[in-house]
């Protein structure tokens, strides 16, 4: 998201430069979203400060595993929270609850509202055990090869690899401020 117009050629020759494969979509000439790996990230955060200078324009980028109503509102408030830098979802939530502004945390629960019981389960026992695969198994008094299948299903229902660190911080949230609210 910009402040303004940005010029897509500028923009589109600074991110090929990255040498990574990306895929843009323009909403509007100031809002779009692109669709790339992780380590994308990098190569958008060494970037924003020069596309600011040469665009003359405010960006922020917000890296997120979906695209719904959080991810949305992330985005709006990071122009104005982290102006000119590319951070992810968790990075503006906890500037937002830092501030006493808890509104997205309805939105947070609806992220993980229809994840199934026993996933859960399984991801949170994998946080509790600092990401360590065969403690959440026994922890959980399961094979490591069953707690592996019910890890790679809550990855593929919500989308969220919590074997990043900024996607397990986004799960702990919801485990420490959504889930009981």
């Known amino acids: 998201m910009a402040s303004g117009p940005i010029d897509r050629v500028v923009y589109e020759a600074a991110l090929d430069a990255s ?11 100031s809002k779009g979203y692109i669709i790339a ?3 994308f990230h990098n190569a958008i955060d060494s970037l924003i400060l ?17 695209r719904h109503a959080l991810e949305e509102k992330a985005l709006r408030e ?3 929270y982290f102006p000119n830098q590319a951070l992810f979802v968790t990075d503006v939530l906890l500037k937002e609850f830092s501030f006493g502004d808890f509104s997205s945390l309805p939105l947070l629960s609806a992220e993980f509202k229809n994840v199934p019981h026993e996933l859960l389960l399984t991801a949170g026992t994998y946080l ?7 403690e ?15 890890l790679a299903k809550f990855i593929d229902f919500t989308g969220l690899d919590i074997r990043d660190y900024h996607n397990a911080l986004l799960l702990e949230l919801y485990f420490q401020l959504a889930a009981h609210g």
Request: proline letters at 2%; charged letters at 25%.
């Open 37 to 39: 790996n992780s380590f």
């Open 128 to 134: 509790r055990v600092g990401l360590n695969e065969t």
């Open 78 to 80: 990071a122009v104005s």
């Open 19 to 29: 040498g990574f494969d990306y895929e843009i979509v323009y909403e509007s000439d």
């Open 50 to 66: 020069p596309l600011h200078e040469d665009l003359g324009v405010v960006i922020s980028v917000v890296v997120s595993h979906e």
């Open 136 to 150: 959440a198994s026994k922890k959980l008094i399961i094979h490591r090869n069953t707690f592996n299948y019910r």
